[in-house]
Structures are given as structure tokens and as C-alpha cells.
T-cell receptor, first 111, second 113 residues
Framework: DGGITQSPKYLFRKEGQNVTLSCEQN?????MYWYRQDPGQGLRLIYY???????QKGDIAEGYSVSREKKESFPLTVTSAQKNPTAFYLC??????????FGPGTRLTVL | GENVEQHPSTLSVQEGDSAVIKCTYS??????FPWYKQELGKRPQLIID?????GEKKDQRIAVTLNKTAKHFSLHITETQPEDSAVYFC????????????FGKGTSLLVTP
């Protein structure tokens, strides 16, 4: 449970606005992931990073961007190009091919 | 890419009965299969996992079986309790995608007293 945090818990975005979701971990994990969850759906992969200064697109990367400047941090920016961003966003971290630990999530709503 | 199918989408059982949730995957390169439990508004929590070199794993009332040839794996919960009520997700991890998880769409389990 502990060791991975996300902020804010709730976020409201206006049309045309970029917003950034924070994800921090102190578990010394190499890999970090961003997933999006919509009602009645499983989690879908947005971006992942296996090492600092490197990241890869997931299945639904359009309209999102990330950075991995520090091992502990993997922020996600939801840009205005993402037309339907209202969802529950979950960040996770792991040692390679082991249990992924999830943060508490950020619920993003478009006004 | 990997495609994970999960059935059923909803499952209702009486307290004390068993519950079985089944998943299939498409990519034979997938080699790690976790199961997560998610309560409403909360983060997913790992309940059990299995690797491709193992056929079965058990932890108290929970067990997972894996059939690599058929590309399917199942979650078994025995002696269900009301606190088992939640949404359960299966997932498959593939080295070709950085070991990111491909999730099924979830099973909403309701255990009635």
C-alpha cells in the first residue's frame, strides 16, 4: 500500500486546459506505469517507463505526455488534445516483472 | 498486442459457496499473471499471482490455475465471505511491452449473507 502517492485526489479541468497529475514512489522501483480506468472497464495503459529518462507509449497515449527525470517521479500531463479525459487515473510502480503497486488514484473531471 | 478476456462480468454467490473467474490471453510471450481486487473508489490490490512456469498456486482460500497450452488462467475463491465482494481483475504481463499489465474488464463479485 504505502510508498506510492498520487496528487491531487480530485482534479477539475476546463476545456482547452492542460493539467498535470503527480506520481511519486519511494520504493526504489525502476519501472513506473500510468493507467486509465473508465466505469465498467479494466485498466488501460497510457505510458510506461522502465528507467530514468526513458518512456514508452502504451495503448492509449494520444493526448497525454510524461517525463521521467527522476527515478522517484513520473508525472502525467493530460493535454487539450485528449478529447475525453474524464476518468480515474492510476499510477503504479514495480521491480521489473514483479508485483505492481498502485497509488490511490486521481479522479479527473472535465467541466 | 496482448488481449485479455475475462468472464463472467458479474457473479453473485451465497456466503460459503465458491466463486470462479476465468481469463484467457492471446500472446504466448506473456509470462506473469496477477489478480487484483478493487473496492469501490480504491486502488487495485494484488491478491495472488502466478508465473508461466507454475500450473497452480494457493494462498488460504484463494487459488489460481494456469494452462499455458490453452492460454487461460482462473481464480478460485472458496468459502466466500461478504467482505470478498469487490471487482476482480485478471492481467497478463508481457516482456515486449516493458512488463506493463494488460487487464481484463473485471468481474463484479457479490457475496450475499
Amino acid at each position: 500500500d504505502g510508498g506510492i502517492t498520487q496528487s491531487p485526489k480530485y482534479l477539475f479541468r476546463k476545456e482547452g486546459q492542460n493539467v498535470t497529475l503527480s506520481c511519486e514512489q519511494n520504493l526504489n522501483h525502476d519501472a513506473m506505469y500510468w493507467y486509465r480506468q473508465d466505469p465498467g472497464q479494466g485498466l488501460r495503459l497510457i505510458y510506461y517507463s522502465q528507467i530514468v529518462n526513458d518512456f514508452q507509449k502504451g495503448d492509449i497515449a494520444e493526448g497525454y505526455s510524461v517525463s521521467r527525470e527522476k527515478k522517484e517521479s513520473f508525472p502525467l500531463t493530460v493535454t487539450s488534445a485528449q478529447k475525453n479525459p474524464t476518468a480515474f487515473y492510476l499510477c503504479a510502480s514495480s521491480m521489473t516483472n514483479n508485483e505492481q503497486f498502485f497509488g490511490p488514484g486521481t479522479r479527473l473531471t472535465v467541466l | 498486442g496482448e488481449n485479455v478476456e475475462q468472464h463472467p462480468s458479474t457473479l453473485s454467490v451465497q456466503e460459503g459457496d465458491s466463486a470462479v473467474i476465468k481469463c484467457t490471453y492471446s500472446d504466448s510471450a506473456s509470462n506473469y499473471f496477477p489478480w487484483y481486487k478493487q473496492e469501490l473508489g480504491k486502488r487495485p490490490q494484488l491478491i495472488i499471482d502466478i508465473r508461466s512456469n507454475v500450473g497452480e498456486k494457493k494462498d488460504q482460500r484463494i487459488a489460481v490455475t494456469l494452462n499455458k497450452t490453452a492460454k487461460h488462467f482462473s481464480l478460485h475463491i472458496t468459502e466466500t465471505q461478504p467482505e470478498d465482494s469487490a471487482v476482480y481483475f485478471c492481467a497478463a504481463s508481457n516482456p515486449d511491452s516493458g512488463y506493463a499489465l494488460n487487464f481484463g474488464k473485471g468481474t463484479s463479485l457479490l457475496v450475499t449473507p
